[in-house]
């Protein structure tokens, strides 16, 4: 009987050392997990599961400390769309792909992993990474897909914030909309990759602050970021990365950086004794942390009063902004340069300028960095790139010197580029020696002569100015004597030529952008830290003064968010240009055309974007002063801001009607093949439906990722249209869909879309939608009307369907504007 007794012990105690490993198996190891369910990882650090923000009705699936009572969330998946009840399911596809579905099935949210998988789990890790790998694959390197790679408001302790170089993906954390709401907010931080990398906060496109140049010990912004007790911290720039990351010196501490609603980057460290979360560094203090406070050439030190001043050799530029506080124009040289004859003068100002318009190198010395800066006229300043063991390399600037401040003696040297007279100034100040007293009353009156010829040289500028806006007022372009449309007064705001030279570094090559019809577009940064894009006339542009005052007029008070923001123009002698909000995800062909780039935007993304599409164009149509027309709505005028919103752009076509106008004819049919109507293509005859069936060709390249135009298929020779009718007709629908969005669609909405893209191409405008219609389908289930055959059905309907074509007209090979010239 004992031996019987010993012997069910002993199972119990193999059936027990069982059970404890596999829970210790499935702690960390994921293949699905519903709302009641978390996840805890193999340390005990972090929880995976569903989560309520201030006891709401709304689930997110996140990610939070496991041993804090109070629950702080480090990541979220769902930000931007909330389960609403508690069917939420998190599974892992045999593609090694993470789906969140509700209980209707819908996709809420996936990861976007496109490597290839055998038998792919999921983990979360210690460090609160949550990874897909293969199973018995633990190299980083391979991972199918990490959190770590998309940041939601948190930088976790061995997180990178950076960029990778070779791919061009960045990591950057984005701030909670609200303390309760964790869609991404107003404010971004990551790494500045223009010239020399620096981590800066974004407020939507606006910079709104920067760490300072990285020096090798630290941000030159940030003298409160020094070697501690807490963990250690690098900023890592080889050719491969650009990244800031930091590491706990110690597995039982807790510290985690945050931005929050406001864009304050904070690191925060657990209390264990008050139970709570402290913060040990605040990156941004105070007023002269703000991005350019003191404008060009001016400093900033909490000390004075007022807090701006000009370096020694400058002055402010509007002396009588200054005496109101206002900083923001900053400063002038008193003396202009002279190339070959300049100087050098030494400031210690603590944080350097900012570096978008700089130049480094790692080996030269501090010698050679000043014989490169000086044969080149255009470098305003040199400094050490590493301030260790002596200091080393050489980072120069070749544009006014922006945001710097003065911590007193803990700053790093600048010099910074000055006249020979300047310079000499600074040798007679140092050896006061009596026979040179002359020399300094003459330089003392120097400066007053040249203020007197500064204030006339403005007072002139200023008179150009209110000139060219008396002519912006009254028509735009007094030469175009061709110019028959109504004048107006749009009261535009007015850049000057030098702003925007400045802004573009005089139209480097490297802030190109690309370039259209109108003439090249150029990437540039005000002195606000407001990033534009500069669409400049070129000389031989086939599009010319109309176009351009045509832009104006039709996007001037045009305020939506699905439309790009018009924020000024130039036109100075023979320059006119257009200012506008910069959009740095390019535009929507250059993803969903592109096999590589396809993968970024999933379904949701890509719904997202023809929604936004549609309220820009219901706006337009319906909702804006006049009733306008588009024309020359396609894949490369829609762009993409940080968040992949959808803009619609390029108003050079677009017309407008009044009253109770709803079509009109002309004589000169513009637009774009693959795009243009029949009835507008064929007959000159151009409305609103006109827009409704660009807007369709838009929708069904976003679903198959195909251009209409130029489309082939082995089956037949119809174009994209005449191809998605058929597969609609015979039920194959899912043909259509672009392979890289079968792990992240949900199926019926992406079949809706064809079906409503196929209404808005029909041939006959009568059919076709409005695009109030168009918007309720979208949000809407009811059942949809069958489309009836779209127009050009093949592409070569285009002139096969019209005796008053030409087929001789120039075409559009890579998919620009085309301008037709149709007898009539």
């Not at 998946?77 to 593609?95: P, T, Y």
């Not at 914030?161 to 909670?176: D, E, K, P, Q, V």
Request: hydrophobic share 35%; glycine share 8%; charged share 20%.
């Amino acid at each position: 009987m004992e031996g019987i007794v010993k012997l069910l012990a002993f199972c119990f105690y193999l059936l027990l050392i069982t059970a404890i490993s596999t829970s210790a198996d499935t702690i960390n190891t994921i293949q699905s997990i519903r709302d009641a369910d978390a996840i805890v990882s193999a340390g005990g650090s972090f929880k995976l599961g569903f989560f309520s923000p201030d006891n709401s009705a709304t689930k997110y699936l996140g990610i939070w400390y496991n041993k804090i009572a109070d629950p702080t969330v480090v990541w979220v998946a769902n930000r931007e769309i909330a389960i609403n009840d508690s069917s939420g399911v998190l599974r892992v596809s045999d593609q090694g792909i993470l789906v969140l579905v509700n209980g209707n099935g819908s996709i809420i949210w996936s990861s976007n992993s496109t490597r290839p998988s055998r038998k792919p789990i999921a983990q979360l890790l210690d460090s609160g990474n949550l990874i897909v790998k293969n199973e018995g694959d633990d190299n980083p390197e391979n991972y199918l897909w990490q959190s770590f790679d998309y940041p939601a408001d948190t930088l976790l302790p061995g997180m990178k914030l950076g960029w990778n170089r070779a791919t061009g993906f960045s990591r950057y954390i984005s701030s909670w909309k609200t303390p309760n709401d964790p869609a991404r907010g107003n404010f971004t931080s990551g790494i500045d990759p223009g010239g020399y990398p620096e981590l800066i906060v974004r407020e939507g496109s606006t910079l709104h602050f920067r760490a300072g140049s990285w020096n090798g010990l630290q941000f030159t912004g940030t003298p409160g970021l020094r070697p501690n007790s807490i963990y250690t911290y690098e900023f890592v720039i080889n050719e491969k990365e650009w990244y800031y990351i930091y590491q706990l010196l110690s597995s039982s501490l807790l510290s985690r950086m945050v931005i929050n609603q406001n864009g304050i980057l904070q690191q925060f460290t657990w209390n264990e004794r008050t139970k709570n979360w402290g913060i040990y560094l605040q990156l941004e203090n105070d007023d002269c942390d703000r991005y350019a406070l003191c404008g060009a050439y001016g400093s900033c030190n909490l000390s004075n009063s007022p807090k701006c001043s000009c370096l020694t050799g400058f002055e402010p530029k509007v002396p009588k902004e200054w005496g109101t506080a206002d900083w923001s124009s900053g400063c002038v040289r008193k003396t202009a340069l002279n190339c070959s004859a300049d100087g050098f003068r030494k400031y210690t100002p603590g944080k350097l300028p900012e570096t978008r318009n700089s130049w480094f190198d790692k080996s030269m010395s501090l010698a050679e960095c000043r014989i490169t800066c000086m044969k080149n006229c255009s470098c305003t300043a040199y400094a050490n790139l590493d301030i260790r063991g002596g200091g080393r390399g050489c980072l120069l600037w070749f544009s006014g010197l922006i945001d710097m401040r003065d911590f007193g003696d803990n700053g790093q040297d600048i010099y910074i580029r000055m006249a020979a007279s300047e310079i000499a100034l600074d040798e007679d100040m140092k050896t006061k020696s009596k026979s040179n007293k002359m020399r300094i009353i003459l330089s003392s009156v120097l400066p007053a002569a040249v203020l007197i010829l500064g204030l006339i040289i403005l007072l002139r500028v200023w008179k150009k100015k209110k000139q060219q806006k008396h002519r912006i007022k009254t028509g735009m372009v007094e030469r175009n004597a061709n110019d028959n449309t109504d004048t107006e007064d749009l009261e535009l705001p007015l850049f000057d030529f030098a702003t925007i030279a400045s802004a573009t570094n005089d139209f480097s090559i490297n802030n190109k952008l690309g370039e259209g019809g109108f003439g090249p577009v150029f990437r540039g940064m005000l002195k606000d830290g407001q990033e534009i894009a500069v669409k400049r006339l070129s000389k031989d542009s086939n599009q010319g003064l109309n176009e351009f005052k045509n832009e104006v007029i039709h996007i001037a008070k045009l305020q939506h968010r699905n439309l790009v923001k018009l924020l000024g123009c130039c036109i100075q002698s023979d320059e006119k240009m257009l200012i506008y909000e910069f959009m740095p995800n390019k535009s929507l062909d250059f993803f969903i055309f592109d096999r590589r780039q396809s993968k970024i935007l999933d379904w949701p993304k890509r719904h997202h974007i023809i929604n936004g599409i549609a309220r820009g164009l219901l706006y337009l149509h319906q909702d804006s002063r006049l009733r306008i027309i588009h024309r020359d709505l396609k894949a490369g005028n829609i762009l993409l801001d940080y968040e992949m919103n959808p803009k619609i752009s390029d108003f050079g076509l677009a017309r407008s009607f009044g009253g109770n106008e709803t079509q009109a004819n002309t004589s000169k049919v513009v637009g774009t093949y693959g795009y243009m109507s029949p009835e507008y293509a064929i007959d000159g005859v151009y409305s609103v439906k006109s827009d409704v069936f660009s807007f369709g060709v838009i929708m069904l390249e976003i679903v198959s990722g195909k251009r209409n135009r130029g489309f082939t298929h082995e089956d037949h020779h119809l174009n994209l249209l005449g191809h998605a009718w058929r597969l609609h007709k015979e039920g194959r629908s899912i043909e259509l869909i672009d392979p890289s969005l079968r792990g992240s669609c949900n199926l019926s909405e992406v079949l809706r879309s064809i079906h409503i893209g196929l209404l808005c191409v029909q041939r006959s405008l009568k059919h076709r939608p409005s695009m109030s219609a168009v918007v309720l389908m979208l949000c809407g289930d009811d059942s949809l009307p069958e489309p009836q055959l779209p127009g050009f059905f093949a592409e070569r309907d285009l002139f096969e369907g019209s005796s008053s074509s030409n087929p001789q007209s120039s075409s559009s090979a890579n998919f620009l504007t085309v301008t037709l010239v149709e007898a009539r």
